[in-house]
């Protein structure tokens, strides 16, 4: 999904699309390192919750640039591609959030990849509305706003996984101590 998101959006002139695809791209790393983490300690579990926590926020600034960039030098987001991308990937991160449902309030590492498809259906969402605002409106600002709306999600979803992480670890020093 990300790099059909990045493709389209790159292609669409879409901040809102190109910031979802950073997220799915955040979210295949997540995933990635959670399968990783199964089976390893609970420190290695917290470190990598951390990691993924760091790279959200790191993708979440990339983002916040784009928007500025596409602010200051315009673009024209084609609002067909916006909405029929943006409901093939809430389809996608539906059907993630469906297999992680059981799963959302386990190990740390688990919820961070809650938080990450949580954040994505969110993001897909709006990405839709922001395309028929976009076609509505006739200009880039629905695309613009959405696109920093995204960023602010991703970036509250990275400090959430670090604030998990760092609760996590301290609660294992304290396990650690007794």
């Not at 389209?8 to 002139?13: E, H, R, T, V």
């Amino acid at each position: 999904m990300f790099l059909l998101e990045v493709a389209i959006g790159w292609f669409a002139q879409s901040t809102a699309l190109l910031a979802d695809s950073l997220d799915m791209l955040a979210d295949a790393a997540v995933f990635a390192i959670a399968l990783l983490a199964v089976g390893r300690s609970v420190r290695f579990k917290t470190q990598a919750a951390f990691s993924t926590g760091v790279f959200q926020l790191v993708l979440g600034f990339a983002v916040a640039v784009d928007v500025l960039r596409r602010f200051l030098y315009g673009s024209e987001p084609k609002s067909s591609f916006m909405i029929g991308t943006g409901l093939l990937a809430l389809c996608a991160n539906l059907l993630c959030m469906a297999l992680l449902q059981k799963h959302r309030s386990g190990e740390v590492h688990i919820r961070a990849s809650w938080i990450f498809t949580k954040n994505d259906a969110l993001a897909n969402l709006g990405t839709v509305i922001g395309g028929v605002l976009v076609a509505l409106t006739k200009t880039a600002l629905p695309d613009l706003i959405l696109g920093l709306i995204i960023c602010a999600v991703v970036v509250r979803g990275g400090i959430e996984i670090v604030r998990n992480a760092h609760s996590s670890g301290s609660h294992e020093a304290i396990s650690e101590e007794s």
